[in-house]
């Protein structure tokens, strides 16, 4: 079966800062992957996607992901956090044949001043 | 275009009440979901519509009663909800049918309270 671990439900930073989210996942069959965000009482906003191909993802806000197979691993960075990067972060994957995506726990990110 | 709009924004209901959200998308997508999501917690996934029939319903109470009236929209008909139904309530959808790897995009949701 599919699943997604995230280590650390908060990760604190400072402003200027590397920001680093860790995804590692478990999969039957070569995986997709997904980060989304979430603002405080929005929805789920898209990031990036890893299908196939290059597995350095770039996505918005400055944000990308490396797919690292032999590491089970789609960890999320940022070179330098801003202060609107405080959310809540959720890794995800879909699930399979008649399954619905599998999502993370989970990882609140505050930016301190 | 990747918008999926929900109303209303903010709900306030009692425990006798009929209310309903409302879901909508324009982007030809085959597959549309409802998720309910609790504080600090990924969403939970409700209900989902594939090509406008009911695929999955997981096991959600019968006071929650989803409708696909036509490929854009998706209501949630709500009626004598409990305290603990107040939650985030989450529209998706995506282009491919349930189960596909399609990416899902998420509405702004419903915060719902019941009194």
């Known amino acids: 079966a599919q699943s997604v671990t995230q280590l650390g439900s908060h990760v604190s930073v400072s402003e200027g800062a590397l920001v680093l989210l860790r995804c590692n996942y478990s999969?039957?069959?070569?995986?997709?992957l997904f980060w989304y965000v979430q603002y405080p009482n929005q929805g789920l906003q898209l990031l990036l996607k890893y299908t196939t191909g290059a597995t350095l993802v770039k996505g918005i806000n400055g944000f990308e992901a490396e797919f690292k197979k032999s590491e089970t691993s789609f960890h999320l960075t940022k070179p330098s956090a801003h202060m609107s990067d405080a959310a809540e972060y959720f890794c995800a994957l879909p699930g399979g044949y008649g399954q619905n995506f599998v999502f993370g726990p989970g990882t609140r990110l505050s930016v301190l001043p | 275009d990747t918008e999926v709009t929900q109303t209303p924004k903010h709900l306030v209901m009692g425990m006798t009440n009929k209310k309903s959200l409302k879901c909508e998308q324009h982007?030809?997508?085959?597959?549309m979901y409802w998720y309910k999501q609790k504080a600090k917690k990924p969403p939970e996934l409700m209900f989902v519509y594939s090509y406008e029939k009911l695929s999955i319903n997981e096991s959600v109470p019968s006071r929650f009663s989803p409708e696909c009236p036509n490929s854009s929209l998706l209501n949630l008909h709500l009626h004598a909800l409990q305290p603990e139904d107040s939650a985030l309530y989450l529209c998706?959808?995506?282009?491919?049918?349930?189960?596909?790897?399609?990416?899902?995009?998420f509405g702004p949701g419903t915060r719902l309270t019941v009194l």
């Open positions: 982007m030809g997508h085959r597959a």
């Open positions: 998706a959808s995506s282009q491919g049918g349930w189960g596909s790897t399609d990416t899902q995009y």
């Open positions: 999969s039957s069959v070569p995986p997709y």
